[in-house]
Each structure stands twice: as C-alpha cells, then as structure tokens.
C-alpha cells in the first residue's frame, strides 16, 4: 500500500482535494467531503470548528497526521478530500499509521 502523504500527493495532483478552510467548510457543508483533514498544529478555535462541523454533517475527521508538507502547502491546516475512492484509501492507510483505542 501507498503511504500516508503519497496518497494525499495523488489526490491533490487529481484536484480531489479541497484545500483550506473556507473550501473545507464548503465541501463539508454541502456534503461533499467524505473524509477530512486538520494538522495537528490548527488552532484551538479552528479544531473546534472542524471536529462540529464534521459531527453536524457526518464526514470523519482526522486530525494527528500533519498533511501540509505532502500536499506542498505548508500553512494549509485544513483539508477535505472530495472523492469516496481516495477518502476510503487514505482512511485505511491512516488507521494503518495511527491505530485507533477502540
């Protein structure tokens, strides 16, 4: 399998990524996110945001992996992937990196 940030590279590079906040809050908004990202290095106020506004709409949020240096946009801090394909890739692929306590 890919790793991690090769999969995100992948999704930016076939504009399947909508990048930072205001078109984050878009796709996730307007239901089409199915996965999204936030650095662990966003603000208080902006992981706030985020973690309510995927619970409200039902997109998965994940947040302990910092993205910004494999998409090539370092003060990016928020992210959302737009196609099922990629998202369900890339979850795989961060639970295989970041296990889950369950």
């Given at each position: 399998?890919?790793?991690?940030?090769?999969?995100?590279?992948?999704?930016?590079?076939?504009?399947?990524?909508?990048?930072?906040?205001?078109?984050?809050?878009?796709?996730v908004s307007g239901g089409k996110a199915s996965l999204a990202l936030l650095s662990p290095t966003a603000s208080a106020n902006t992981r706030k945001?985020?973690?309510?506004?995927?619970?409200?709409?039902?997109?998965?949020?994940?947040?302990?992996?910092?993205?910004?240096?494999?998409?090539?946009?370092?003060?990016?801090?928020?992210?959302?992937?737009?196609?099922?394909?990629?998202?369900?890739?890339?979850?795989?692929?961060?639970?295989?990196?970041?296990?889950?306590?369950?």
């Amino acid at each position: 399998m890919a790793s991690l940030d090769t999969l995100l590279g992948f999704c930016v590079k076939s504009g399947k990524l909508a990048l930072g906040a205001e078109a984050c809050r878009k796709a996730v908004s307007g239901g089409k996110a199915s996965l999204a990202l936030l650095s662990p290095t966003a603000s208080a106020n902006t992981r706030k945001e985020f973690e309510a506004l995927c619970a409200r709409s039902g997109v998965p949020l994940l947040t302990e992996h910092d993205f910004s240096g494999a998409i090539g946009r370092p003060a990016c801090k928020t992210a959302a992937v737009v196609e099922q394909g990629f998202a369900k890739t890339i979850q795989t692929a961060y639970d295989s990196v970041y296990p889950r306590n369950i």
